[in-house]
């Protein structure tokens, strides 16, 4: 188990017509500020003036900002960590749906070049058939004159 140390700081400014209080949270090891916020109070027309009351709202509204946004900022990275390690287990499984499926169908499904073409076009095919060691499109033949034409003998 770990032990961090916080500190807060408060100060409040305040004269007859409103009061504002800021509060800042600090970690203890690097003394720099975590959060700050404020609250404050307004007096009204016909409310009597009391520095005390006045006081204690507005530094209750820092800190109970503080407390909301230190709830929220822990909700975010539950969320945060809960959705990383669900894409963690959702990769883990399609990693192993994908050597199941390879261990299962070893066999691969070759597509005539001509429906690569279709499905994906040109550039598609010619990988295709490059990976497959053989040369797309193939050579039409012209007729009886053609020097590809098998049977034409030399």
Excluded: C
Aim: cysteine-free; hydrophobic content about 35%; overall charge positive.
């Amino acid at each position: 188990m770990s032990k961090r140390i916080f500190v807060a700081g408060i100060e409040v400014l305040s004269d007859r017509n409103a009061t504002v209080a800021y509060v800042s949270l600090f970690d203890e090891k690097p003394k720099l500020p975590m959060i700050r916020v404020t609250g404050s109070t307004k007096r009204e027309p016909g409310d009597v003036y009391d520095e005390a009351i006045a006081m204690d709202l507005a530094v209750g509204r820092a800190l109970s900002k503080l407390g909301r946004k230190l709830q929220r900022r822990g909700t975010n990275n539950v969320t945060a960590a809960t959705q990383e390690q669900n894409k963690t287990r959702v990769l883990a499984a399609i990693r192993k749906t994908q050597r199941r499926v390879r261990v299962e169908h070893p066999e691969r499904v070759l597509l005539p070049l001509d429906d690569i073409k279709n499905l994906y076009g040109k550039k598609a095919a010619r990988r295709a058939a490059s990976r497959r060691g053989v040369s797309w499109p193939t050579p039409q033949l012209r007729g009886p004159g053609d020097p590809a034409d098998p049977s034409r003998k030399s």
